[in-house]
Structure formats: structure tokens, C-alpha cells
């Protein structure tokens, strides 16, 4: 009777370790991480330092700019445009790292419930253990390893408790090792929400003192309007001269689009008109040959062939006479198609600036009730600042307008790009220019703003030149 309970005993003791095993085995420590959420989080926070890093390179180039137009005591417009430049690139700022904080909190909370399931996991691996650990009491001498070994009722159960056995003590040093090794990811995902939360602490200070500088910006700038305000009659008088220099500069571009227009239908209806006698001199060639008695069949086919040609020619002849378009040729098609085809990624006339006055028309930033008009953009930069083809093409025009200063006309195909506000310029008329070319460099009036007008045409349509540049 004893020996049927000691071996039942040992039974329930093989139970016991092989269900242990198996809880062993099954279990999976720790939360499974999401790779696609992971990939998509270091994705968006790489974009979001390339627009940190974007903005930052704004941010120099706007101080750049305020600071030239803050060399003269007077306030100016230009001074007043770089100030709002330079508060809707602080805005960015702000709101980039507002991004950064949502992204640190997201961090952060993730973290936290990471660290609660790896608590969760050690308490439940600690558990296990010190189950294990019971069971090894036991049989914690080799007496009763050997009666559980032997207690079998066949020798196929005893290989099973053999194995049993084996796996017991190897589980048993595994378990340690989980342990182990958890309690490490445990200190580490704790040193890196120490560190996180630390980040984010900073970054609500930066946010702070970004706020801060927001505040006096719009402070200089209402400084800076209210001065303006006081120089009514002023801004008056220079709206005006700019005004007039804007129609000077519309006549001139109207003008020469004008010539290029009758220019090239000229050349077309003289090669039309060539080719148009040629094919009518083929057509009574052929034709006296075809009234001969001794003509062929073959003759007065190609009479009437030649006759239909120098009727097709002479048509085409006479339709190359519009005056509403240039009259293109296969190379100049080639390459206004090609400029067509890189609308909205266009190069940059200048390679440091912004835009301060956009395309149409605009209330004036000071003057109360009084709408200006722009037929381009113009693009405050630096002083002295290189001006540059924005694509291949022919220079049409280079000539000097009161208050736009030197002016650059480039021609590709039925495009045009006009450059007005240069102070010096490198190149000539008729001369063939490549894009990043340089054609001159901008002019600095009088206040200390470098301002470049820069405007897009095709034939005598007038285009918005921002939605055929691309991103800086």
C-alpha cells in the first residue's frame, strides 16, 4: 500500500514537471513589437527633421535679409516683409516642434506600457521559476530522482521521466537566463523613459522661448507698420513710380513678344513660301510633262500628285501669317515643350531669398484701401546676390527701366522669363544661356532691400510664376 502511494506520489510528480515544461515552452515573454508602426514612426520623424533642418535654413536667410534691411535707421517695406517672412518661418518653427512633442508623448506612452508589460512579464517568469524551484525540492536528492525514475510501469514511461528529468533541469537554467535577461530590457526601457522624458522637458523649453521670440517679432512688425504709417504720402509717392515702371516694363515685355511673334511668322512664311514655290515649279514641271502625247500613265499621276502637293504648300504658306502666337520650328517646339514639362519644378532665379510680394493683385501691406498689382513675383534676397537662367533659352532683350533697373528677357520656344531689378548684368542679346546660368546680379536700392522681379510669359499670356518653380 505505502509503495503504490509513493509511486502514485512520483506519477503526479512527473505530472507536475511536465505541465511546468509546457507552460515553460508556450510562454513568450515580453509584448511582440509592431515593425510596420515602427517603420511608418521613423519615416514621419525623418521628414520631420528634413523640415526642421528646411526651416532652419529659412530661418538664416530671413536674418540675413532683415538684418541688411535694418542697416538703415528708416523703416522700409522690404524690412517689413523680411519681419514677416522671418514670423511665418517662427510659426513653422512652433508648429515643427509641436510635432516633436506629439511624437516625444507618443514615445513616451509607448515606453510606459511597454515597461508595465515587462514588470508583468518578470513577475509571472519569477512565478514560474519559484514554481519550478518547489518542484525541485522534491527531488532534490538523487535518492528520489532514482525512485521517480524507476516507479515506471514500463520502460517507454521510463524514458519519458528520464526525459522529463533532463528537460527539468534545462528548463530550470533557461528560466533563469529569461529572467535575467528581462530584468536587463526592464533597466534599459527605464534609463530610455528616464531619458524621453528629459527630451521632452527641453523641447517644452525651446517651444517656450520660440513663443517668446514670435511675440517680439509681431512687436517689430507692428512697430515697424505704425512708422510706415506715418510716411503716408511717401509710400504714395513710390506706389506710384512703381506703378509707372510697371507699365514701361508690360510695354516693353509687349512689345518684344510682339516682334518675336512677327519675327518668326516672317521666317516661316519664307520657308513656307520656298518650299511653296518649289513644289509649285515641280507641279508644272510635271505637268508639261503630262501633256505631251508621248506622256505615260505614270507621268500624269505624278502630275496630279505634284499638283495637289503645290496646292497643300501654298495653303500652308499662307496659314503661317497669325499674330497671336510664335511660330515654332522642330528645335524651338522641342524646347518650349520641355520647359512646359518642368512646370512646377522650375529652378530658382536666386538661390537664397523669399517671396515678398506674390503674383495678382494684393492689398497694400501699409496704405489703407489701396490694392497693388503684380504681373510676377518679386524675391528679397541678399545684396549682391547672383541672378540665374531658370532654364535653357535665348536672350531676347536686355535693356534699363526707371525704377526696375536693368531688365533680362529670355525666350524658350513660345515661353518667356523676364528679370527685371538687376544691378549689373552678364549677359547679352542674342546670346544662347543654359539653366543655373548666371545673367547678372540683383539691385539694392536706396533702403537696403535686395528685391528681384521675376515673371514668366507665354506669348503674350501672363503666367504665375510660383506655380512653375519648385521647392528650394
Excluded: C
Amino acid at each position: 500500500m505505502g509503495v503504490r502511494t509513493a509511486s502514485s506520489r512520483r506519477g503526479q510528480l512527473g505530472l507536475l514537471i511536465g505541465l511546468l515544461l509546457l507552460a515553460f515552452i508556450t510562454s513568450v515573454p515580453g509584448q511582440q513589437k509592431r515593425p510596420s508602426q515602427q517603420r511608418t514612426t521613423v519615416k514621419t520623424k525623418a521628414q520631420l527633421e528634413r523640415e526642421r533642418r528646411n526651416t532652419l535654413r529659412r530661418i538664416r536667410e530671413t536674418s540675413r535679409i532683415l538684418e541688411q534691411t535694418q542697416q538703415k535707421k528708416q523703416s522700409s517695406l522690404g524690412q517689413l516683409n523680411a519681419l514677416k517672412e522671418k514670423i511665418t518661418v517662427q510659426q513653422d518653427v512652433i508648429k515643427s516642434t509641436s510635432s516633436e512633442l506629439q511624437y516625444i508623448d507618443t514615445d513616451v506612452r509607448q515606453t510606459e506600457t511597454q515597461v508595465k508589460v515587462k514588470q508583468s512579464d518578470l513577475e509571472r517568469l519569477k512565478a514560474e521559476y519559484a514554481q519550478l524551484v518547489y518542484a525541485s525540492s522534491k527531488t532534490a536528492n538523487s535518492y528520489n530522482r532514482i525512485m521517480f525514475l524507476f516507479a515506471a510501469d514500463s520502460f517507454n514511461e521510463w524514458m519519458r521521466r528520464l526525459s522529463y528529468v533532463r528537460q527539468y533541469s534545462e528548463a530550470r537554467r533557461q528560466q533563469a537566463a529569461v529572467i535575467q535577461r528581462t530584468q536587463e530590457d526592464l533597466h534599459q526601457q527605464l534609463t530610455g523613459l528616464t531619458q524621453k522624458r528629459q527630451q521632452k522637458s527641453v523641447v517644452l523649453s525651446t517651444q517656450l522661448n520660440e513663443k517668446r521670440s514670435l511675440l517680439t517679432m509681431r512687436e517689430q512688425q507692428d512697430q515697424v507698420v505704425q512708422q510706415l504709417s506715418q510716411q503716408e504720402e511717401q509710400l504714395r509717392k513710390e506706389l506710384a513710380e512703381r506703378q509707372q515702371s510697371i507699365r514701361q516694363l508690360d510695354n516693353l515685355i509687349a512689345q518684344r513678344v510682339r516682334e518675336e511673334i512677327a519675327r518668326a511668322a516672317r521666317v516661316a512664311a519664307a520657308r513656307a513660301a520656298a518650299k511653296a514655290a518649289a513644289a509649285k515649279a515641280a507641279a508644272q514641271a510635271s505637268a508639261e510633262r503630262a501633256e505631251r502625247p508621248t506622256a505615260t500613265a505614270a507621268e500624269r499621276t505624278t502630275a496630279r500628285r505634284d499638283a495637289v502637293e503645290a496646292a497643300e504648300a501654298a495653303e500652308v504658306a499662307e496659314a503661317t501669317t497669325r499674330t497671336d502666337r510664335v511660330t515654332l520650328t522642330p528645335e524651338t517646339a522641342e524646347l518650349s515643350s520641355s520647359f512646359s514639362d518642368n512646370h512646377g519644378r522650375l529652378l530658382w532665379p536666386v538661390a537664397r531669398g523669399f517671396i515678398s510680394q506674390r503674383f495678382g493683385r494684393h492689398p497694400h501691406p501699409v496704405l489703407k484701401n489701396v490694392t497693388v498689382e503684380n504681373r510676377g513675383v518679386d524675391i528679397q534676397t541678399s545684396a549682391g546676390e547672383p541672378v540665374r537662367a531658370i532654364f535653357d533659352g535665348k536672350v531676347l532683350t536686355v535693356a534699363n527701366i526707371a525704377g526696375m533697373n536693368n531688365v533680362v528677357m529670355v525666350q524658350h520656344g513660345e515661353y518667356f522669363t523676364v528679370y527685371a531689378k538687376l544691378r549689373s548684368v552678364s549677359v547679352s542679346e542674342g546670346q544662347t544661356v543654359k539653366m543655373r546660368q548666371p545673367i547678372g546680379t540683383v539691385y539694392t536700392n536706396s533702403e537696403g532691400t535686395s528685391e528681384l522681379q521675376f515673371q514668366v510669359w507665354r506669348n503674350s499670356t501672363n503666367l504665375n510664376p510660383e506655380s512653375w518653380l519648385g521647392r528650394k
